[in-house]
């Protein structure tokens, strides 16, 4: 489903895109003293891009829209939950390096996640000697 998504999304997009450029073109090579023909032709050709354009760029971009905020989401629960799980093991002691091993993060990803988790749950953090950093949950 996901691959169909991004394929839509391109169709969608470069469709709409070449729709609107016909459009554009048109407008842009108007001639200025038309014949009743050459103006009626023109002013086909342009709404006809912007009817069949505009709704394929707004479809195409909703869905390259939608997929981000899913894949944000999945991100967010996968994040969730590799920090309780670490927290629950290890007894409120998590290292930043695990947390970015375990979630698959960089370091500043991993660091950043878990200020904002300190911040919300009012932990505490400890700098060893090998300069690794350890937040303290109190379960």
């Known amino acids: 489903m996901k691959f169909i998504k991004k394929v839509s999304a391109g169709v969608l997009l470069s469709f709409g895109f070449i729709f609107?450029?016909?459009?554009?073109?048109?407008?842009?090579?108007?001639n200025q003293k038309p014949?009743?023909?050459?103006?009626?032709?023109?002013?086909?050709?342009?709404?006809?891009?912007?009817v069949f354009g505009l709704p394929a760029i707004a479809?195409?971009?909703?869905?390259?829209?939608?997929?981000?905020?899913?894949?944000?989401?999945?991100?967010?629960?996968?994040?969730?939950?590799?920090?309780y799980r670490l927290v629950e093991e290890n007894s409120g002691t998590i290292s930043l390096l695990?947390?970015?091993?375990q979630a698959e993060i960089s370091g500043e990803e991993?660091?950043?996640?878990?200020?904002a988790k300190a911040k919300?749950?009012?932990?505490?953090?400890?700098?060893n000697s090998q300069g690794g950093v350890y937040y303290h949950f109190h379960v």
Do not use: C
């Not at 103006?39 to 086909?44: L, S, T, V």
């Not at 695990?98 to 091993?101: D, I, L, P, T, V």
């Not at 919300?120 to 700098?127: K, Q, R, S």
């Open 120 to 127: 919300e749950f009012n932990a505490t953090f400890d700098i």
């Open 20 to 30: 609107l450029m016909i459009s554009a073109v048109e407008i842009l090579t108007y």
């Open 59 to 83: 479809y195409g971009g909703w869905l390259v829209w939608s997929m981000r905020k899913q894949h944000q989401k999945l991100l967010s629960d996968r994040l969730q939950s590799t920090f």
């Open 98 to 101: 695990s947390f970015a091993k």
């Open 35 to 50: 014949t009743p023909q050459e103006q009626q032709k023109a002013a086909d050709t342009i709404i006809g891009g912007l």
């Open 110 to 115: 991993a660091r950043q996640y878990l200020d």
